[in-house]
């Protein structure tokens, strides 16, 4: 990358220096502070920071954070990656990011969704990473459509590359709007937010999946050049060759993170082959899917913030054998507005013994009485395995899923587990 100007420098020294503050006080991980003090120096930093550098940002409702350690993991075939690895995912983390590794040609930035235009147009990224939109934190986020409008607008000014889910109506439309495109067919398993079409707003007409389109307008699901195919456990390459995924990270939407994050890695020159042995390596995101060991239970952390994230939890749970522990918080990191718990079906459930927990336990008990599900509350995950192993001495495994804020208290519980 190209020589910072001097207050730039200096804006990206002082900002480093509070980050390492933060991190020793115990405060936090410095991402967002450090980035703050940097801007208070120089408002442009991040322009700055961006010159000279093959950047990718990664962008959605859920997966951002896997998707940018995937891709991540991946470009370091090549050398450093500058990344926000601990997911703070606005202009102050990007700073923060961008300055601790000022020597790295190579960036892949998660980016939150409202952000996006802002940090494209700072930026000038080599690439753009979309891959799904459905409703999240709705007290204080912008309605999908609207978002989708945003994204469409913004990249239709800049020549960077899109790579794009195709299987998500509002993902591809948005995608459309790029003057050059790489479409993915990552799979789409929550398709309530995505019936109408986002052009017209008629009816998408969905006969035979995952193709869509809209007798009104015409708009079609674009033509695919990579793929993913969960029954194979394989990534589909524009070749037509199939490269066994294998992950250490579970589930239908860790092949689709997976399939999106080769693609990627292919527009840097890497080989499929290649990417997918360097996306095996990983086996955990910021405590996601992490296994701990306590009382001599295994607890597996899965992380769910909405009702598109419950839906894919659901989908990697244990045999009905296995308890589960769901814990729900309402803070502002979470959204305070909790009405999306009945959007999500818990019926899958029915059979299985479930615990409920956090601020709000009150709010998801209600919804698992309206959907037949029998439930016990609990304050914390210690207490859980308590009873269970007063029941059942031979129990050895139990399924946690949380949004973010609970999430984040369990993990601590736990020593902040990577």
Known sequence: MSELPLRAQLASVLGRSAASLSRATGRGDGSVIGGRVALKVEPDLLAKLAQGRRLALVSATNGKTTTTKLISQALRELGDVATNEFGANMPTGHITALSHNTSAVNGVLEVDEKYLPQVLRATNPAFVVLMNLSRDQMDRASEINLLAKKWRTALGETNTHVIANADDPLVAWAGLGA???????????????????????????????????CPECGLTRPQTTWGVENETDSLVCPD??????????????NRSNAAIAAATAAGYGIHPVRAVERLREITSVAGRYTSVVTMGVE???????????????????????????LSVNAQVPDGKDTSWL????????????????????????????????????????????????????????????ANYTAFQQIRTAYGRVQ
Request: charged residues 30%.
């Open 342 to 401: 009945w959007d999500v079906d818990y019926t899958v459930l029915r059979g299985r013994r479930v615990f409920v927990m956090g601020e709000r336990r009150t709010d998801l008990a209600l919804r698992l009485e309206t959907d037949g599900v029998a439930f016990e509350t609990a304050d914390r995950v210690d207490e859980v395995l308590g009873r269970l192993k007063a029941e059942q001495p031979d129990i050895t495994k139990v399924d946690v899923i």
């Open 179 to 213: 003057p050059n495109a790489t479409w993915v067919s990552a799979g789409q398993r929550w398709k309530e937010d995505s019936w109408c079409c986002p052009e017209c707003g008629g009816h998408l007409k969905r006969d035979v999946d995952p193709h869509w389109e």
């Open 240 to 253: 037509g060759q199939r490269v066994r995924l294998q992950l250490n990270l579970p589930g239908d939407a």
């Open 299 to 325: 607890v597996r952390l899965l992380l769910a913030k909405n009702p598109a994230g419950w839906l894919e939890s659901f989908a990697v749970l244990d045999p009905p054998r296995v308890p589960v522990i």
